[in-house]
């Protein structure tokens, strides 16, 4: 079974330009995650889908991340425009729904973002 | 507020001995799950463990281990016999039980030298 897929593996844009990155979750899997390391700092949670319904966006930084999951399957993160802050690691992670507590997440290879 | 701490930055060890990586937390909640991740070179995630708050007894895994102390709260994690694989950033993470995302620590870069 695949795991988890993330594209692109590394970007590079400059500043002011917009970025699309998609994940791919492990088919079946309702829970869909973004999650993004910044310059050698913690892993810091973006946003929660449940299904295409984001069920909790409370670590999207500002109104210039977009995230979108529709019909439920694949995801994708809009970063518009790009920011040098921006630049990270994006992982994106599933679950399976409907288990207690925390499902375990299964964590993608990650888009590597670099803003100049 | 939820917060994990790991206070090695950086390790370095020569293969085969033992190492431990610290983690500390902090959380309000009784219920919460722990977590360890390993990132090796290739970038990608890796799921080591998760313990939930009422298990307390250690666990082992091949050459892996994890030291689970409430009382100071503190989810330790041990490499025996170290190898040049195991050479990665290892993060610890928590989550509370009904709050489903994963608050991860900074990491720490384990160099496991030949």
């Known amino acids: 079974e695949a795991g988890v897929t993330q594209f692109p593996s590394h970007s590079v844009i400059e500043k002011g330009q917009t970025v699309t990155l998609r994940c791919d979750p492990i088919s079946g899997h309702d829970n869909l995650y973004w999650y993004r390391r910044v310059m050698g700092k913690e892993i810091k949670f973006l946003l929660h889908?449940?299904?295409?319904?984001?069920?909790?966006e409370s670590g999207m930084p500002n109104n210039r991340f977009l995230a979108e999951r529709t019909g439920g399957t694949y995801s994708t993160l809009k970063v518009q425009p790009a920011e040098l802050e921006d630049s990270g690691v994006y992982f994106c992670a599933s679950s399976q729904s409907g288990l207690a507590g925390v499902g375990e997440q299964f964590f993608g290879p990650g888009t590597r973002l670099t803003v100049l | 507020a939820q917060k994990v701490t790991q206070a090695q930055t950086e390790i370095s060890v020569v293969e085969k001995e033992d190492v431990t990586l610290d983690c500390v937390y902090e959380?309000?909640?009784?219920?919460?799950?722990l977590f360890w991740y390993k990132q090796p070179p290739s970038g990608e995630l890796v799921f080591l463990i998760r313990r939930n708050s009422f298990d307390e007894q250690n666990e082992i895994s091949g050459r892996y281990s994890w030291n689970f102390q409430k009382s100071t709260s503190s989810f330790n994690f041990t490499i025996t016999a170290s190898q040049v694989v195991d050479s990665a950033v290892y993060f610890c993470a928590l989550s509370e039980v009904d709050v489903d995302k994963i608050i991860f620590g900074k990491g720490t870069r384990l160099h496991i030298l030949p």
């Open positions: 959380t309000r909640d009784t219920t919460y799950y």
């Open positions: 889908f449940v299904k295409e319904s984001k069920q909790d």
